[in-house]
């Protein structure tokens, strides 16, 4: 069955060329051009969302809040001008999965789409049995579920959060270079530049708290767990 994408974008030329290429790419592709109008059909069903960030009422940053405070867990794609780092943390903290910037290339779109959709299906498809669970003192992720708890509160990591943390954690005291993370949370298959893993570390230390220094940067490097910084 093919993939529904739903686009939320006030810009009716974008939505046009998206829907031509994305229906040429085998999607089933819905359009909507406010926020409000892409809260009433968004559904169950919907696969992915094309979210752009300024538009006329309610911004992308708001939808996507109410679509994640409502425990809905469709991935986020923003699109969008906003392109600073301060912009791409607040898209990561408000749940988006990846940020493409405008103007954009069609192909970007299209396999970025396709890395964060073979994410989420490789997420849901390869469940790990309920009893694996990682624990270092009173930080335990839990495969099963995919989600993290401290002191036995659950912290709420964005997939791609939660990706990076479990691929640093795994291997304790490894230093593994940008690229190296890249390729393994998104795949050789789509563009991700290194400050977006940068911004993607900061949001991350912010949600761990005390365990954030756990989280060290060896400059020229790259990025560890390294637990005797707790």
């Known amino acids: 069955m093919a993939k529904k994408i ?3 974008d006030d810009d009716s030329s974008i939505c046009e ?3 031509f290429n994305l229906k040429s790419e085998g999607y089933n592709v819905l359009t909507a051009y406010s926020a409000e109008e892409g809260l009433k059909i968004l559904d169950s069903e919907t696969d992915l969302i094309l979210l752009d960030i300024m538009m006329g009422g309610m911004s992308g940053y ?3 809040e109410i679509i994640k405070t409502s425990k809905i867990s469709t991935p986020i794609i923003f699109l969008t001008a906003k392109d600073t780092e301060n912009d791409m943390l607040t898209g990561f903290s408000v749940g988006a999965d990846d940020y493409i910037s405008k103007p954009f290339s069609i192909k970007e779109v299209v396999a970025r789409i396709k890395a964060v959709l073979n994410r989420t299906t490789r997420s849901i498809s390869s469940p790990i049995s309920s009893s694996d669970t990682i624990t270092v003192h009173d930080l335990v992720i839990h495969l099963d579920s995919k989600q993290l708890f401290i002191q036995d509160k659950l912290i709420n990591l964005t997939k791609t959060e939660f990706d990076i943390l479990l691929k640093l954690i795994e291997s304790p005291n490894r230093i593994f270079s940008r690229q190296e993370i890249i390729d393994s949370v998104w795949g050789d298959d789509v563009y991700v530049t290194e ?4 911004v993607h570390i900061t949001r991350l230390r912010k949600k761990l708290g005390t365990f954030a220094p756990a989280i060290t940067n060896r400059s020229g490097f790259g990025y560890r767990f390294d637990e005797s910084a707790i």
Not at 195 to 198: A, G, K, L
């Open 195 to 198: 400050r977006t893993i940068d």
């Open 62 to 64: 708001k939808m996507a």
């Open 6 to 8: 739903l686009i939320v």
């Open 17 to 19: 060329i998206l829907e």
